[in-house]
C-alpha cells in the first residue's frame, strides 16, 4: 500500500552517495549538506535495483498480456504494433514524470519517499498560490481513481474465472449453467480469502501464482504459435472507431502506475530507477515487447473471434488447453485477494476515524465482505470482460495514468523551470488532450456497447 513514511534511523551508502547527493533536486540545490531522501528511509527499505526490476515485470505482467489480442482486433495488425510501442512510450513517460517529480519533492520538504497521492497533494500544496487550494481534491482524485481502477480489475478477474471454469465444465460434462452462476459461485472462494487481513499470508500462493501464471502465458503462446494463418489474412489496420477501444484495452493492460511509487520507494538506490538503461525502461521495454508479441500472433491465430482473455480462445477438447485455463483462474482469485487491498485501505482510511476503536475487528470484515459482493455482483449483471476492460481504462486510467501526472509537473515546475518556449508546458497540455480524447471516446463506445449487449 501507499503510505508516508515518517523518518528513521538513517542507513548509509557510501557506493551510492555521491550520485544520491547528484539526484537531491538535480544538482540544483546549493545547500553544503542536502538532504537525500534515500538516506532517510526506512532500514527494512532494502529493495536492489535487480529486486525492483523483478517486481515491476511481475506487476506490469498482469492479466493485462492476455487482453492485447483484443485490443488489436480493434486496430489491426500493423496499427496495433505502432500503437503498442506508442502507448508504452507515453506510459513510460507519464511514470517518469511522476516519480522524478516525487523524487524532488523529497528534497524540497525533506521526506524520505512519498505515494502516489501525496505527492499529488504536496505538489499542490507547495505549488503557486493560487493552486494550493485544490490540494484536497488532487488527492482525493487520485486516490479514487487508484481505488476504482483496482475494483474495476476486481470485476474483471471474477469474469475470468468464471468464463474459464464454464468451458471446462461443458467440456466434461459439468453443469450447464451461464457465466453469470459462475461468477456468483466464485463467492465461496473470495468471501473467506478476502476476509486475509494480513499480506504475508498470501506470499506463499503469490509466489506459486507467478510460477502457474507465466506456464499458462507459453501454453496460450504456443498455441497461438502452431499454425498461424497468413498475414493477409488478418487486417493490418482498421476504422478510426475502433481506435478508442484499443487505447482503453491497451491502457488497461499496460498501465501499471499504482504500483511505481510503492516500488520506487522500497529500492536502496532509487537514482537508478530513471535514467538511461535504469529499472523503469528496461521494464517497459520488456513489457511492450512481450504485450505487442502476444497481441500480434493472438490476434492473428484467431482474428475476429478472439476473447478478451486469450485463453478463452484455445481450443475446447485439448487437455493442455483445459489447463492452461484452470492455471489461469487459480491465478486470477489469488490476484483478486491481493489487488483487492488498495480499494479497501482507501476506503477504510476514510472510515476508522468513524467507527469505534473496539469495533474496528468488525468494521473491517464488513467491509471486506460489501467489496466482495459488489464486485462479484457488478461482474453478474455484465459478464463481459472486454466491457469492463475498456470502461475501467478509458476512465481511471486516462485519469490516473496520463492527465494527473502531466497536471501534478506542470504545477511543480511552474514559476521555476518550463523549458525553452514552456514546451514542458505544450507537451503536457498534449497529454492531457490525449487521455480526454481516449476517456470521452472510450467511454462512448463503452457504454454504447454495453447498450447493445443487454
Request: with cysteine; aromatic share 10%.
Amino acid at each position: 500500500m501507499e503510505k508516508v513514511v515518517d523518518t528513521p534511523p538513517i542507513k548509509k551508502d557510501s557506493d551510492a552517495y555521491s550520485s544520491k547527493i547528484e539526484l537531491a533536486y538535480n544538482g540544483s540545490r546549493e545547500d553544503l549538506d542536502p538532504y537525500v531522501p534515500a538516506d532517510h528511509r526506512p532500514l527494512e527499505s532494502n529493495t536492489s535495483s535487480f529486486g525492483a526490476l523483478a517486481h515491476l515485470l511481475k506487476a506490469s505482467l498482469g492479466s493485462g498480456v492476455l487482453a492485447m489480442p483484443l485490443a488489436f482486433k480493434n486496430a489491426g495488425l500493423l496499427v496495433g504494433v505502432v500503437g503498442t510501442m506508442i502507448i508504452g512510450f507515453i506510459c513510460a513517460h507519464v511514470i517518469t514524470v511522476l516519480v522524478k517529480t516525487s523524487q524532488q519533492l523529497c528534497v524540497e520538504i525533506k521526506r524520505p519517499c512519498l505515494g502516489y497521492a501525496d505527492t499529488c497533494d504536496l505538489v499542490f500544496q507547495n505549488g503557486p498560490t493560487s493552486v494550493r487550494k485544490y490540494a484536497p481534491y488532487a488527492r482525493e482524485l487520485a486516490d479514487w481513481a487508484l481505488a476504482v481502477t483496482h475494483l474495476g480489475a476486481c470485476c474483471v478477474y471474477v469474469v475470468v474465472v468464471a468464463e474459464s471454469f464454464k468451458q471446462v465444465s461443458d467440456v466434461y460434462g459439468g453443469p450447464n449453467w451461464s457465466v453469470t452462476v459462475f461468477c456468483a459461485l466464485t463467492l465461496v472462494i473470495l468471501i473467506p480469502l478476502t476476509q486475509i487481513t494480513k499480506l504475508k499470508y498470501l506470499v506463499p500462493f503469490s509466489a506459486m501464482a507467478n510460477f502457474v501464471w507465466l506456464t499458462s502465458i507459453c501454453i496460450s503462446i504456443y498455441y497461438c504459435l502452431r499454425s498461424p494463418p497468413s498475414l493477409s489474412s488478418r487486417n493490418l489496420s482498421t476504422s478510426i472507431s475502433g481506435l478508442p477501444n484499443f487505447i482503453s484495452t491497451s491502457l488497461f493492460a499496460m498501465e501499471g502506475i499504482g504500483v511505481v511509487m510503492p516500488i520506487e520507494n522500497e529500492m536502496t538506490k532509487p537514482h537508478q530507477f530513471l535514467g538511461c538503461p535504469g529499472v523503469l525502461n528496461i521494464a517497459m521495454t520488456a513489457v511492450v515487447a512481450l504485450y505487442a508479441f502476444v497481441g500480434f500472433s493472438g490476434y492473428l491465430n484467431f482474428g475476429e473471434g478472439v476473447r478478451g482473455s486469450l485463453t478463452l480462445n484455445l481450443p475446447q477438447d485439448e487437455i493442455l488447453a483445459q489447463t492452461a485455463k484452470i492455471l489461469v483462474a487459480c491465478v486470477m482469485v489469488l490476484s483478486y485477494a491481493l489487488i483487492f487491498y488498495v480499494p479497501v485501505d482507501v476506503i477504510w482510511r476514510r472510515l476508522q476515524e468513524k467507527i469505534p476503536a473496539r469495533s474496528h475487528r468488525w468494521g473491517m470484515a464488513g467491509l471486506r465482505l460489501f467489496g466482495t459482493l459488489f464486485t462479484v455482483g457488478l461482474a453478474c449483471a455484465i459478464p463481459r470482460l472486454e466491457l469492463f476492460m475498456e470502461l475501467v481504462g478509458a476512465v481511471c486510467l486516462s485519469i490516473m495514468g496520463l492527465s494527473l501526472p502531466a497536471i501534478v509537473e506542470t504545477v511543480w515546475r511552474w514559476g521555476k523551470d518550463l523549458g525553452p518556449y514552456h514546451w514542458i508546458l505544450w507537451k503536457n497540455c498534449l497529454i492531457v488532450l490525449f487521455s480526454l480524447v481516449a476517456l470521452v471516446s472510450g467511454v462512448t463506445f463503452s457504454i454504447k456497447s454495453m447498450i447493445d449487449n443487454l
